[in-house]
Nanobody, 116 residues
Framework: QVQLVESGGGLVQPGGSLRLSCSAS????????RGWYRQAPGNQRELVAA???????NYADSVKCRFTISRDNAKNTVYLQMNSLNPDDTAVYYC??????????WGQGTQVTVSS
């Protein structure tokens, strides 16, 4: 089992930045993919960014060149640095991990609101 706790969401003006953090505890050694999804009202949950245990990254087209995913293995934490935020980025952001048995784990979600 893996437990995920997110932090860092909030209200930011267009053009601003936020950094989300997701700390993991439990069976960390079995994790093969860490990432972030988001869900806006009325929309399906979508992948924002992911990083594998080997360090390969993947981004949604809408966030490329603005968002950066990174990890600190010593702290069992994955980050999402979000720059040049715009109102379309407003959503609940969920931390996601997948283990070697292809079990999915989710955080509780953190609200990101981009508004002037």
């Amino acid at each position: 089992q893996v437990q995920l706790v997110e932090s860092g969401g909030g209200l930011v003006q267009p053009g601003g930045s936020l950094r989300l953090s997701c700390s993991a505890s439990g069976s960390i050694r079995s994790i093969i993919t860490r990432g972030w999804y988001r869900q806006a009202p009325g929309n399906q949950r979508e992948l924002v960014a992911a990083i594998t245990s080997r360090g390969s990254t993947n981004y949604a087209d809408s966030v490329k060149c603005r968002f950066t995913i990174s990890r600190d293995n010593a702290k069992n934490t994955v980050y999402l640095q979000m720059n040049s935020l715009n109102p379309d980025d407003t959503a609940v952001y969920y931390c996601h991990h997948m283990d070697s048995g292809y079990m999915n784990y989710w955080g509780q979600g953190t609200q990101v609101t981009v508004s002037s």
